[in-house]
């Protein structure tokens, strides 16, 4: 009995290796179908989070500007050069950053905008960004 055992037992071991021949390279073929998908969802992530920082410096930008132009005794020329200077200290976040500083006809409230482009790593896509702050204008008011 036990020979028959072993005479079987070869032919199994062939049977096997024949199976893993036909399956040679399925993993391969595996990969090659979910890498493609998986990358594209990498890099829509890795965009997202590039946009809304770009989105968050231009908005810290025109903050920092519209604080320094409504302040009392302070000029709309001061929180623009204040918006660049963030900016140009920020570094590369946002792309071709404008900054326009504007007051009402009564110059009781300054508004601060920035605009420019978000970063992008999908070609052919562009992310124009555009964020705004506005207050008051200080100033002194008799009793």
Same mark, same amino acid.
């Given at each position: 009995?036990?020979? !028959? &055992? ?5 032919? %199994? ?5 024949? /199976?893993? #021949?036909?399956?040679?390279? =399925? ?33 810290? !930008? &025109? ?5 320094? %132009? ?5 000029? /709309?020329? #001061?929180?623009?050069?204040? =918006? ?33 482009? !978000? ?25």
């Amino acid at each position: 009995m036990r020979r !028959a &055992a072993d005479r079987t037992r070869p032919r %199994a071991i062939r049977g096997r290796k024949a /199976l893993r #021949a036909k399956d040679r390279g =399925a993993h391969t073929m595996e990969f090659v179908i979910v890498a493609g998908p998986l990358l594209l969802v990498t890099f829509m992530v890795i965009q997202a989070a590039l946009v809304f920082y770009s989105r968050s410096l231009a908005l810290a !930008a &025109a903050t920092q500007g519209a604080n320094v %132009a409504r302040a009392y005794g302070s000029s /709309l020329e #001061a929180g623009e050069d204040k =918006a660049e200077r963030f900016l140009d200290a920020a570094g590369q976040g946002l792309r071709g950053p404008e900054v326009v500083v504007k007051t009402n006809s009564a110059r009781t409230e300054v508004t601060v905008t920035v605009t420019g482009r !978000a970063p992008s790593i999908v070609p052919f896509m562009t992310f124009d960004i555009q964020q705004t702050a506005r207050g008051p204008v200080e100033r002194f008011v008799p009793s």
